[in-house]
């Protein structure tokens, strides 16, 4: 997968994994520098406290758990020991003085005595034992302490340089440290990232595979599917492969419905184009010898009107055919079926006496919502081709049902090769087992009829028993 600025998902999750690292050592850096800043000034206030007592002896304790005030009003300042930059200073109403140790240690060296405005400054420190932060003129920032004893304020300061350079070092190399630690994290992600969302890029290929094919037309082989081992829906990854392969086993039905369907368009013209050849083949031929021959007039004419007749059937029902498939709406109303199925058997009764048509009702009237004049031409086809397709003697019963009707008889049945496509259009048998030729379109009305009406037919045969059944009519 190319990596597009912060357009990829691999960027994206990467830069999200370094900012949460640079955050928590962001985090980290800060509370370790917090920490390190307050124990290094508390080590330091602490080293002020001693000074203060080294200098001044018992008077500079402070009261409390830290030791006791001591009775000595006063006396001269303690020099030794001190380091350099020690500083002291002693504010009070007889006397007010200081000095800084500049050179030397353990008191040796020279010492610089503090002006007006450090002094100043520092009278202004609180009296309170706690280390403060002062900045002296000439001298710079100051860790000092304060004491009050006997209306006198004693002060002792150390300058902070090594806390500050301790802290400046331990930035530094928090600093270097984060940036190689986003660096590393940097790598090490990119390169999980990439381990991980393999599988996302192998899916992907696939998907692109497919989009690569010409889907537009003809009959389409999607073979290409993810890889079992990416379709498990535990984990993301898995749901989504999983969902490719769903989508690409319903795209390759819908193109294989489609092409079925084209191949039918195809198959339902050049069998109409047929049909209607035929006659009209006939009534050009019959027009002729009218022509040639004026004797055979009459029975040319016979000839033209059946043709006529037959040609005008078929047209009619390839138009209810084509307006079915176009949706259109058929009426509904209520429909007595024991009455319509009653009616039907008569008629048939009278076509094809060398039948035996039995007719089964319930006690009570079944009636359901539809269109009249086409629930009785489901019965006429049915009924007709029962006729057509069974010898004489055939025993016929149609049977009315709470949802529908059933047609069953004891003839041949349909070819084991025909029973899967009876309901097609121009669907037809050997011709020769037919009393009667046809032209397929029966059974493909009765089906498209009945769909309109919201119900399914369904057919079982074999020798001695073929029972066709019409269900979920309302």
Do not use: C
């Not at 900012?19 to 330091?44: C, D, E, K, P």
């Not at 005030?69 to 002693?90: F, N, T």
């Not at 079926?337 to 008629?347: G, I, P, S, Y």
């Not at 029966?442 to 009406?453: E, K, M, R």
Request: charge should be negative.
């Amino acid at each position: 997968m190319r990596t597009l600025g912060m357009r990829t998902l691999t960027s994206r999750l990467v830069v999200t994994a370094v900012a949460l690292v640079a955050l928590v050592a962001l985090l980290i850096s800060v509370a370790t520098t917090l920490a390190m800043a307050a124990y290094l000034r508390g080590q330091l206030d602490d080293d002020v406290r001693g000074t203060l007592m080294l200098t001044f002896g018992d008077r500079a304790v402070p009261p409390g758990p830290a030791g006791h005030q001591g009775d000595r009003p006063g006396g001269p300042p303690d020099r030794d020991g001190q380091r350099l930059g020690s500083l002291i200073a002693v504010i009070g109403s007889d006397h007010v003085g200081g000095e800084v140790v500049t050179s030397g240690v353990g008191g040796l060296g020279s010492r610089e005595s503090l002006d007006d405005e450090a002094l100043t400054r520092l009278s202004r420190v609180p009296t309170d034992g706690e280390g403060h932060e002062v900045r002296l003129p000439g001298l710079g920032a100051y860790r000092v302490v304060a004491v009050q004893r006997n209306g006198t304020q004693l002060v002792a300061g150390l300058p902070p340089g090594n806390v500050d350079d301790t802290l400046a070092s331990l930035i530094t190399w928090e600093i270097v440290l984060s940036l190689l630690g986003v660096a590393a994290a940097a790598a090490a992600g990119t390169i999980v990232v990439r381990r991980q969302l393999a599988p996302l890029r192998e899916v992907a290929a696939t998907a692109h595979r497919v989009a690569e094919l010409p889907l537009s037309e003809g009959e389409i082989a999607l073979d290409d599917r993810v890889p079992a081992r990416l379709t498990d829906e535990r984990n993301e990854v898995g749901q989504v492969g999983s969902a490719l392969n769903t989508l690409l086993t319903h795209v390759e039905s819908s193109l294989a419905a489609r092409h079925r369907s084209e191949q039918q368009v195809r198959q339902f013209v050049a069998d109409a184009s047929h049909e209607l050849r035929t006659p009209l083949a006939t009534i050009a031929g019959y027009t002729e010898l009218a022509r040639r021959r004026p004797e055979a007039t009459p029975t040319a004419l016979d000839k033209v009107e059946s043709e006529s007749a037959r040609m005008t059937a078929l047209v009619e029902d390839l138009l209810l055919l084509a307006r079915l498939d176009a949706g259109r709406q058929l009426a509904a109303e209520p429909v007595d079926l024991t009455q319509l199925l009653a009616e039907a058997v008569n008629d048939a009764r009278v076509v094809a006496p060398d039948h035996h048509w039995r007719l089964v009702l319930p006690d009570e009237p079944v009636e359901v919502t539809g269109d009249g004049a086409r629930l009785h031409q489901v019965v006429t086809n049915l009924l007709a081709n029962t006729r057509t397709h069974t010898p004489g003697g055939t025993t016929v019963t149609v049977t009315a049902t709470p949802d529908g009707l059933e047609v069953h008889d004891d003839g041949p049945g349909f070819p084991p090769d025909l029973v899967e496509h009876a309901f097609e259009r121009f669907a037809r048998g050997d011709a020769a087992r037919s009393r009667e030729g046809g032209v397929g379109l029966g059974l493909a009305l009765v089906q498209s009829i009945v769909a309109a009406h919201g119900g399914s037919v369904s057919l079982s045969s074999e020798p001695g028993d073929t029972t066709v059944r019409v269900s979920g009519l309302r």
